[in-house]
């Protein structure tokens, strides 16, 4: 079966099927994981969240087997922040502030704990937490130090490539060290690499030498430029895109959003595609119910929405991103399925994930463990769930196409948008009645007492987080 057939066949097995599949033991009891994570694929971006553009039938399924954060966000919608903070449990300004600034020295990653607990530990694709100035060169040529690797067992990785079918990554230190070329597209190529270590991993299981492994695969695509393999773009055309609602009627704008849009969804199929292949080999080496399997982005995409590009700013498609949580369903005497609006950020990742292996978080981690919304333990009690999401930018990039200021905001529970430059109000949205956010009522005195209420829950934000920003009274 070809791959393009191999997508269109939903590469998924049934649940049926799937349970008939062999499962090995967890070594000590331990699950298994793995984060697989693209690059600037927003929320909405999915068959299954409502996207007429988008064929994702394998993160779909996801949801079937495990459970979607439908309410999950990127609170600082760029991806060397998110990034610090997904790795660490962190909030960007304590860790990395912006562009191109590197992981701080000395600050423990996610690796650590794991490994304390007895974990195999690796690290597949883009990295981008280096420190490496573009303006110096090309950063796919850069050789990240081995010891700002986030302390990883296996690494190999890159810091960072805009090239998909030109994509180098390096690892190893010394006469070890290695420094090549992928053999193809940077997402098939990877998810090869993450295969390869799911096989060996399983291998070393089976002999009983094995030990539980954390793996992190991670994508460029489907980030611009917005290249997909030939098999993947052939249906598309800048013609037969729909765009969402708020894409406005400028023609500028339109026919560069058709532009872009008519590469992207054919890049998100494709990392749907190699989802479905790293699922396949959990299920054929009795992994997939004994290994937790997050897939999530680092930020979203405006392709147009708003009369906007990239990300860098508050509106829903820029914050907005896919997460999931299947697998491993057998380990606890209960687990949830299905979709859950329930706010996870960043800095919650690192944290969750050590609660779905049983994992104390460390007292650096400053995320919230949010395990219990998929897995149910005996006697616990039900997870305390955020009443709302902190959003910022802490250092914009100056990028064309991106806000060039630094602001601070939140999302609520209720439905409630507001966002704020430095002692200036932005933006406020009703969610549930402007999705789609068209009707700005951050200076609309007719909703001042709810103004003033976001407001407030902003401060406590800044406040509770260690933050500095000035929030304006009113």
């Known amino acids: 079966m070809n791959r393009r057939d191999f997508l ?25 994981v793995i984060w697989f994570f693209g690059d600037q694929h927003r929320a909405q971006a999915l068959g ?12 779909d399924n996801l949801q079937s087997m495990g459970v979607q954060f439908s309410s999950a966000v990127s609170g600082f919608p760029l991806c060397c922040p998110f990034r610090g903070s997904v790795l660490t449990g962190r909030y960007p300004h304590h860790c990395v502030v912006g562009h191109q600034y590197p992981l701080p020295n000395g600050q423990p990653t996610i690796a650590q704990p794991l490994k304390e607990a007895g974990y195999r530990t690796a690290y597949f694709g883009k990295w981008h937490l280096g420190g490496f100035q573009e303006s110096q060169g090309r950063a796919a040529m850069f050789i990240t130090d081995p010891k700002k690797r ?55 299981q089976r002999s009983g030498k094995g030990k539980p492994f954390f793996a992190a695969c991670s994508v460029q695509p489907p980030h611009d430029p917005y290249v997909a393999p030939p098999e993947f773009r052939q249906r598309w055309s800048a013609g037969n895109v729909q765009f969402r609602p708020n894409v406005p009627l400028v023609s500028s704008i339109r026919d560069q959003a058709a532009r872009e849009m008519a590469g992207y969804y054919p890049m998100v199929e494709n990392l749907d595609f190699n989802l479905g292949r790293v699922v396949k080999s959990l299920h054929d080496e009795g992994l997939f119910f004994n290994t937790h399997l997050l897939f999530f982005s680092d930020h979203g995409d405006m392709l147009g929405s708003q009369g906007q590009f990239r990300k860098m700013t508050a509106y829903e498609e820029s914050i907005r991103i896919p997460f999931f949580i299947a697998g491993a369903q057998p380990t606890y005497d209960g687990y949830n399925t299905g979709r859950h609006p329930v706010f996870i950020n960043a800095p919650d ?57 630094p602001y601070r905001g939140i999302v609520t529970r209720e439905g409630w948008k507001y966002a704020c430059f430095d002692g200036v109000s932005w933006m406020m949205f009703n969610l549930n009645e402007d999705p789609y956010e068209q009707a700005n009522l951050a200076h609309n005195n007719a909703y001042r007492a709810e103004r003033k209420k976001l407001i407030s829950r902003l401060k406590q934000w800044v406040a509770d987080t260690g933050d500095k920003f000035t929030i304006p009274e009113d």
């Open 8 to 32: 269109l066949s939903s590469s998924l097995p049934t649940v049926a099927a799937a349970a008939q599949t062999s499962t090995l033991p967890m070594p000590g009891g331990k699950p298994n």
């Open 349 to 405: 990742i690192a944290p969750t994930t050590l609660g779905l292996c049983g994992i104390a978080k460390p007292s650096w981690m400053e995320g919230q463990d949010l395990s219990a919304v998929r897995i149910r333990k005996p006697g616990a009690p039900g997870p305390s769930l955020p009443d709302s999401a902190y959003l910022q930018t802490v250092v914009p990039t100056g990028h064309g196409h991106s806000v060039n200021k």
């Open 48 to 59: 299954i969240n409502g996207d007429p553009n988008a064929r994702t039938p394998n993160v």
């Open 150 to 204: 986030g302390g990883f067992d296996t690494w190999i990785g890159y810091e960072n490539n805009n090239s998909q079918y030109d994509c180098w990554v390096h690892g190893g230190e010394g006469k070890d060290a290695f420094h090549y070329r992928l053999p193809g597209y940077e997402t098939d190529c990877l998810t090869d690499l993450l295969i390869k270590y799911i096989k060996e991993q399983a291998d070393a």
